[in-house]
């Protein structure tokens, strides 16, 4: 069992930047692959981004590419961050943390455990 809370999240204006956190608490951290997802008003959840359990893969969905950035910390905190640079208001959503025991993982059906979810608002 895995429990993520996640926190960072705002209202930013275009342009701007915002860093998510999400602390895990549970089973060895280090075991899985962590993701973020994000789901608009009326839309389907999609991939974000993901980081392998080492830390040393990452994937990112085009979207985002060249904007945001996902990293862990296996040793101190097992936290894993999204740094979100450039932001449009089409970023604008609810970012959910997630954890897979399977590795790669892409897709919200591979990921078991999951957050309550952060709001980011990006204002125009």
């Known amino acids: 069992q895995v429990q993520l809370v996640e926190s960072g999240g705002g209202l930013v204006q275009a342009g701007g930047s915002l860093r998510l956190s999400c602390a895990a608490s549970g089973r060895t951290f280090s075991w899985y692959t962590m993701a973020w997802f994000r789901q608009a008003p009326g839309k389907e959840r999609e991939f974000v981004a993901a980081?392998?359990?080492?830390?040393?893969?990452?994937?990112y969905a085009d979207s985002v590419k060249g904007r945001f950035t996902i990293s862990r910390d296996n040793a101190k905190t097992t936290t894993v961050y999204l740094q979100m640079n450039s932001l449009k208001p089409e970023d604008t959503a609810v970012y959910y943390c997630?954890?897979?025991?399977?590795?790669?993982?892409?897709?919200?059906?591979?990921?078991?455990?999951w957050g309550q979810g952060t709001q980011v608002t990006v204002s125009s």
């Open positions: 980081i392998s359990p080492s830390g040393g893969v990452t994937h």
């Open positions: 997630a954890a897979s025991g399977t590795y790669p993982a892409t897709t919200s059906r591979d990921y078991g455990y």
